[in-house]
């Protein structure tokens, strides 16, 4: 069933992936795909199979065994030091449980996305420029979060805090958005307005967008294209036009 994309303007490439855990886990197992520029990719499987190994991978937050993984045609796996944090520069994450530090404004957690780009001692005593600060203003307007600027995150609903979390990755002029399960702890309308911000970023910034999701209804909704993993293998990557129900129901089965 697995039908490799062709190269063509990838932005990321996999090739010959491995990733095998201390304790003898296989996370992943031979992966080999393209990812090209400004695609909104889902990638589904059960849990375990080894869907967040997958996302780690490409901004290095997981090592990988063997293999290579490169990032607009350059392999990232000796990336050290500056290299490496202007890689992670580049790349969003977004995450389950949101992290943000919740008894701070959302201003500070918006900011916080631009770790990066100043020295530590800056961002601990806060010394953002004004354009920094409009740049927040900005971003909160694009996840339609504007008025909640001076709120504290824990004041906020699960999905609101989501979306300080992608307008805090929208402060990292993100060429690529990686998000972990992003709606699993939310309702269905708030999954909505999460999966629905992201997919307007992918298309009028042309951010690639790699989404994990346990949900098929959700993935067939959003995705360009879906990939499905089982037990650390690639075992289907089809574009939207070509996905099947019962093609999905096999990745679970």
């Known amino acids: 069933m697995a039908a490799t994309q062709p190269a063509t303007d990838s932005i990321i490439s996999f090739r010959h992936v491995n ?63 500056k290299a490496l944090r202007q890689l992670r520069c580049h790349i969003g994450m977004i995450f389950q449980n949101f992290n943000l530090v919740k008894r701070s404004s959302v201003e500070k957690n918006v900011l916080s996305g631009l770790v990066g780009y100043y020295p530590t001692w800056k961002c601990v005593l806060g010394l953002f420029s004004a354009h920094d600060h409009q740049r927040v203003v900005q971003a909160l307007d694009r996840v339609s979060l504007t008025p909640k600027i001076f709120a504290r995150a824990d004041e906020l609903s699960g999905g609101q805090q989501q979306r300080v979390a992608i307008a805090r990755t929208l402060m990292q002029d993100p060429h ?75 990745i679970y089965n």
């Open 19 to 81: 990733k095998v855990y201390a304790n003898g886990t296989v996370g992943l197992k031979d992966i080999n795909f393209d990812i090209p520029r400004g695609q909104f990719l889902v990638v589904v499987g059960l849990s375990g199979a080894g869907k967040s190994t997958l996302l780690r991978t490409i901004n290095r937050l997981h090592e990988i065994s063997s293999g290579e993984i490169q990032i607009d045609n350059e392999a990232i796996s000796a990336y050290k030091g």
């Open 176 to 250: 690529i958005i990686l998000a972990d399960e992003p709606v699993a702890s939310l309702d269905p309308r708030t999954s909505k307005d999460v999966m629905d911000t992201l997919k307007r970023l992918n298309r009028e910034d042309g951010i690639t967008v790699i989404v994990n999701l346990h949900s098929v209804a959700i993935a067939r909704q959003y995705a360009d294209r879906i990939i499905g993993l089982r037990a650390g293998e690639l075992v289907y990557d089809e574009p939207i036009a070509n996905v099947t129900e019962a093609n999905l129901d096999q």
